[in-house]
């Protein structure tokens, strides 16, 4: 966009922490992930005795990396996004896309929320633990989404709040 960044608020300042400490979380799963991944490969192709939890735990991790990074990847205004509109407004146009933007990114949130609760209720009432060889419980994948939604629609909804903090704080 071309409007100056908007300072975050005390809310977004907050979230901005608990999330940045998510991403720490995030990227040592990404180390995590590499050494079972390369443990993987050497077991498979220098030992010739793979082993078989490796892509079930790998999928695991991965869920973590991507849901406890989201919240800080949002904040930092680096995930994927559609600028074709965004990148030519000014102004009250640009708060707006900016706003309708994390408006979005808050629905999304919720409804991967209310899909958590939903999930998490079942697999714990239920005993539902995964078909692969790890048999691991459900629940455990399922609260990693949940928390994850929970965090990435904070960092929304203070995001909306500093920016309607700033458009308040111009007028």
Same mark, same amino acid.
């Given at each position: 966009?071309?409007?100056?960044?908007?300072?975050?608020?005390?809310?977004?300042?907050? #979230?901005?922490?608990?999330?940045? +400490? /998510?991403?720490?979380? %995030? $990227? @040592?799963?990404?180390?995590?992930? *590499?050494a079972v991944t390369?443990y993987g490969v050497?077991?498979?192709?220098?030992?010739?005795?793979?082993?078989?939890?490796?892509?079930?735990?790998?999928?695991?991790?991965?869920?973590?990396?991507?849901?406890?990074?989201?919240?800080?990847?949002?904040?930092?205004?680096?995930?994927?996004?559609?600028?074709?509109?965004?990148?030519?407004?000014?102004?009250?146009?640009?708060?707006?896309?900016? #706003?309708?933007?994390?408006?979005? +990114? /808050?629905l999304f949130s %919720? $409804? @991967?929320?209310?899909?958590?609760? *939903?999930?998490?209720?079942?697999?714990?009432?239920?005993?539902?633990?995964?078909?692969?060889?790890?048999?691991?419980?459900?629940?455990?994948?399922?609260?990693?989404?949940?928390?994850?939604?929970?965090?990435?629609?904070?960092?929304?909804?203070?995001?909306?709040?500093?920016?309607?903090?700033?458009?308040?704080?111009?007028?």
């Amino acid at each position: 966009m071309s409007e100056a960044p908007v300072a975050p608020g005390r809310a977004e300042r907050v #979230i901005g922490a608990v999330a940045g +400490v /998510a991403a720490s979380i %995030a $990227a @040592l799963t990404v180390l995590v992930a *590499l050494a079972v991944t390369s443990y993987g490969v050497l077991m498979r192709y220098v030992f010739g005795t793979p082993v078989t939890w490796v892509d079930e735990l790998s999928g695991y991790l991965v869920i973590v990396i991507v849901m406890m990074g989201c919240a800080s990847v949002l904040l930092r205004g680096e995930h994927i996004g559609v600028d074709l509109l965004s990148v030519h407004a000014t102004g009250a146009t640009a708060r707006a896309l900016a #706003i309708w933007s994390m408006i979005a +990114v /808050a629905l999304f949130s %919720a $409804a @991967l929320i209310y899909s958590g609760v *939903l999930m998490l209720r079942y697999s714990v009432d239920f005993g539902i633990y995964s078909e692969g060889y790890l048999e691991a419980p459900m629940w455990m994948p399922q609260a990693v989404l949940f928390a994850g939604a929970i965090l990435l629609g904070l960092a929304a909804v203070a995001r909306i709040m500093s920016l309607l903090r700033a458009h308040r704080d111009v007028r």
